[in-house]
């Protein structure tokens, strides 16, 4: 299946290590649990009421206010450095809306319009993986130190359109570890089908070819392809950066939902 088809089917599932980061926050709900517990048995049989119905919203809010601080108070005060350096590039503008866990990046290349769209849904993926894996045991991980710390993949789609022609060339990869590994090169003669995030579209995009994969390819088609992307951008640089705002990103969107839940329950 399609990264771009992929990425719609997403929904449902500060440069920290995405493995310890899960560890402290594991760390962190079991030390606010020892701490608050005394505290939420106390203030439940006068608090209960004003917050709703239920005998856990007390210890439930103070649970959810203990971590949005502990996160808050983890956070960077300011734009991180990567993404002042990214922007100062004026290369690429990033699309970033609150709330949804798409990213879009968008750039003009001579007469060509290239998207670049990824997921954090990925991320989460990993994260509960990675955070699995550090359970079974210190010194594996300590073998790994060395590692890269975004040595997670995210699914990446590429669209490039040109006004002067009706068509688009799309580009499934993944990205990791500084890279984006081609699944496969697709032409719409729609561009609208091709690039248009809406189910018709979707549902359109199924029935056509996508292309062979990309490895299959000859050797040296495959590197034109890759001074094609290079040129315009698709390098080694984009590929640490996608990773890098992803994680900021999902940082960003937990501290969002603690907020808005607490918020929720307390009310």
């Given at each position: ?42 203030a439940f049989s006068v608090s209960a ?219």
């Amino acid at each position: 299946m399609s990264a771009l088809r992929a990425l719609r089917q997403l929904t449902a599932s500060s440069s920290r290590s995405l493995a310890a980061r899960s560890a402290t926050r594991a760390v962190a709900r079991a030390t606010v649990a020892a701490r608050v517990a005394p505290v939420a048995s106390r203030a439940f049989s006068v608090s209960a009421k004003r917050l709703g119905e239920g005998a856990s919203d007390v210890a439930l809010t103070q649970r959810l206010a203990e971590e949005l601080k502990y996160e808050t108070e983890a956070a960077p005060p300011t734009e991180p450095e990567f993404l002042k350096a990214f922007k100062a590039q004026g290369t690429w503008s990033i699309e970033d809306t609150p709330g949804l866990d798409e990213v879009t990046l968008t750039r003009k290349f001579g007469n060509e319009d290239i998207r670049l769209i990824f997921s954090i849904a990925d991320i989460q993926t990993e994260q509960e993986a990675e955070f699995e894996e550090g359970q079974e045991g210190v010194e594996e991980g300590a073998e790994d130190a060395d590692a890269p710390l975004h040595a997670y993949p995210i699914r990446c789609s590429f669209s490039f359109t040109k006004a002067s022609t009706p068509g688009a060339l799309t580009i499934d990869a993944m990205c990791q570890e500084g890279t984006f590994v081609i699944d496969n090169i697709s032409y719409y003669s729609d561009a609208k089908v091709g690039t248009e995030l809406t189910a018709e579209a979707d549902w359109k995009r199924r029935g056509y070819y996508l292309g062979p994969q990309f490895d299959t390819l000859d050797i040296s088609l495959q590197d034109e392809f890759d001074k094609f992307l290079q040129e315009r951008g698709i390098n080694q640089t984009l590929a640490y950066f996608v990773p890098e705002y992803a994680e900021h990103k999902e940082q960003k969107e937990y501290v969002s939902w603690l907020k808005n839940v607490k918020d929720f329950v307390e009310a």
